[in-house]
């Protein structure tokens, strides 16, 4: 059983920025890819950003040159750090990792609201 374990979201106004925490119980090197994903109300769940084993990176267009979403190997750790925040950016985020053979594992998800 694979457990991510989310933190670091809250309220924020326009222009500042959060930093999401993803704890998980396995190693980073037993997943192909950890990433973000949000969903706002009414929307569909869509993919932030993604790290994998390798080390790289893929990002919504909405959110490039805004997030950056790293990972410390020693504690199994996915960040993703958010400056310049806007409105649109509210949702809840949820942290995902997947597996070699295509398993993925979500976390309970964490609010990110920005005021205006």
């Known amino acids: 059983q694979v457990q991510l374990v989310e933190s670091g979201g809250g309220l924020v106004q326009a222009g500042g920025s959060l930093r999401l925490s993803c704890a998980a119980s396995?190693?980073?090197?037993?997943?192909?890819?950890m990433g973000w994903y949000r969903q706002a109300p009414e929307k569909q769940r869509e993919l932030v950003a993604t790290?994998?084993?390798?080390?790289?990176?893929n990002y919504l267009n909405s959110v490039k040159g805004r997030f950056t979403i790293s990972r410390d190997n020693a504690d199994n750790t996915v960040y993703l750090e958010m400056n310049n925040l806007e409105p649109e950016d509210t949702a809840v985020y949820y942290c995902?990792?997947?597996?070699?053979?295509?398993?993925?594992?979500w976390g309970q998800g964490t609010q990110v609201t920005v005021s205006s």
């Open positions: 995902n990792a997947e597996n070699i053979h295509g398993t993925r594992y």
């Open positions: 396995r190693s980073f090197f037993s997943f192909k890819a």
């Open positions: 790290i994998t084993t390798g080390g790289a990176t």
